[in-house]
């Protein structure tokens, strides 16, 4: 069974940095891509960005264009966003995704990807 493992979650302030990672496992796992979502209270799950594994392509939704980046290391099958310049409206539990097969039809849509991982929290205070 594939499993996400996703660390480096927490607290900082306005401005502030944090790198999260995030570790897929599985002896049948063929890694496609790998993403970034994350959902705030009361709001639906936004796509954040996304890697072709097989390219390594990059996709950043608009809201964190120019502050977050989205990198890979293909050996160890993980995946990392480093968030800069991070606001309050950033804020939001941060889940990591990974897609097994081949052709995907956008990087952005939740129903592309086939595991999930169990999500961190980013707090950002002003």
């Known amino acids: 069974q594939v499993q996400l493992v996703e660390s480096g979650g927490g607290l900082v302030q306005a401005g502030g940095s944090l790198r999260l990672s995030c570790a897929a496992s599985g002896r049948s796992f063929s890694n496609y891509a790998m993403g970034w979502f994350r959902q705030a209270p009361g709001k639906e799950r936004e796509f954040v960005a996304a890697i072709n594994w097989i390219i390594g392509n990059t996709y950043i939704g608009d809201s964190v264009k120019g502050r977050f980046t989205i990198s890979r290391e293909n050996a160890k099958n993980t995946v990392f966003l480093q968030m800069n310049t991070l606001k309050p409206e950033d804020t939001a539990v941060y889940y990591c995704?990974?897609?097994?097969?081949?052709?995907?039809?956008?990087?952005?849509?939740?129903?592309?990807?086939?595991?999930w991982g169990q999500g961190t929290q980013v707090t950002v205070s002003s």
């Open positions: 995704a990974a897609r097994g097969r081949g052709y995907i039809r956008s990087y952005s849509y939740t129903d592309q990807y086939d595991y």
